[in-house]
């Protein structure tokens, strides 16, 4: 029996249960929300679909009903308007992440957090000072989405399985991520800024002309982009929590760009940002220290200076 408690059903938040609904990865699912007919709406409408899908049951609750959760998603807070970047939802966010703290983790103390509401990084931040939690209990989405935008990208560039790609998104879920060009690669064969791969037969080689900086670009302006078309994000923001979710729950041991609090890595110190990190049934149990280069670790320190400069403007 898996517990998952999510706090948000609005478009994240109740994607989040309908996906976790079909993938069969909870066995009971909780959506809270201030708003209470929303959620109970949403709950019915995904419960009355769920004997087309594994068995769970989905209802919408209060905070007492969290209690044994084993995962509590925090999906809530106002959502971001087009042409409004993360950072600009800060302080609103961070005061709504503040009121529900003590009431989730006063029911739920011993579940794993995961924080997707945004801007990520600094209500990862805000949660980890204010809840009192071990550290490893609480995880923001982080990059987590931005590294599977830049795969499907790369993937599109070289017309390869997206699983064939091996490339990470760093530092904060915002304008000042970077991606480590001197890591990536494609079935072991590396991607270095200025090459191009040669993928096909000898017969017929393809040699795509690949624009780093056009890809960075694309990864870092996708969310913009598709709430500029249709208002929102929330499918792909969805799977990926839904995948997080399932790794936790499965206990085992798997590597993922997710933002938690460093301690010294690379020099940077108390800030929430995204490294590689293992991520198993405890929450968060290590760090994957990754060679990067002095340009890749001077790119992580804008991030990490970005996000301090802001924490430093706001009421945590």
């Known amino acids: 029996m898996n517990k998952i408690t999510i706090i948000g059903s609005g478009s994240v938040g109740s994607t989040i249960a309908y996906t976790l609904t079909v993938q069969g990865i909870a066995s009971e699912i909780i959506l809270i929300d201030i708003n209470q007919e929303k ?42 308007r087009p042409g409004q970047t993360r950072l600009d939802l800060a302080q609103v966010n961070v005061d709504i992440t503040k009121k529900i703290i003590p009431e989730i983790v006063r029911y739920a103390p011993n579940a794993v957090y995961l924080i997707v509401s945004n801007p990520v990084d600094i209500l990862t931040y805000t949660f980890f000072k204010r809840s009192g939690l071990p550290e490893n209990q609480i995880i923001g989405s982080g990059t987590l989405l931005d590294t599977a935008r830049l795969r499907a990208r790369l993937s599109e560039c070289y017309t390869i399985n997206q699983k064939n790609v091996h490339a990470y998104v760093l530092g904060e879920h915002g304008d000042t991520s970077f991606v480590p060009w001197s890591l990536a690669n494609v079935s072991n064969i590396p991607i270095k800024e200025g090459q191009n791969l040669s993928l096909g037969s000898a017969s017929h080689l393809q040699r795509p002309v690949v624009d780093f900086a056009e890809i960075e670009n694309y990864v870092r302006k996708s969310g913009s982009r598709i709430i500029e078309r ?28 997710v933002s938690t609090l460093l301690h010294g890595e690379y020099g940077i110190d108390d800030v929430c940002l995204s490294l590689l990190s293992v991520v198993n049934n405890t929450g ?25 400069a802001l924490i430093k403007q706001l009421d945590i």
Do not use: W
């Open 39 to 80: 959620a109970a709406g949403e709950a019915l409408d995904i419960r009355q679909g769920a004997s087309f899908s594994a068995s769970s049951s989905v209802y919408a609750g209060s905070y007492p009903d969290a209690a044994d959760s084993d995962i509590v998603i925090l999906a809530c807070g106002i959502a971001r």
């Open 230 to 257: 249709k208002g929102a994000t929330f499918y792909a923001v969805s799977m990926s929590v839904c995948h997080l979710s399932r790794t936790i729950l499965s206990g085992i041991d798997t590597t993922m760009t």
């Open 284 to 308: 968060v149990s290590g760090k994957v220290l990754l060679p990067l280069n002095d340009n890749e670790i001077r790119a992580l320190h804008k991030s990490a200076d970005t996000l301090r």
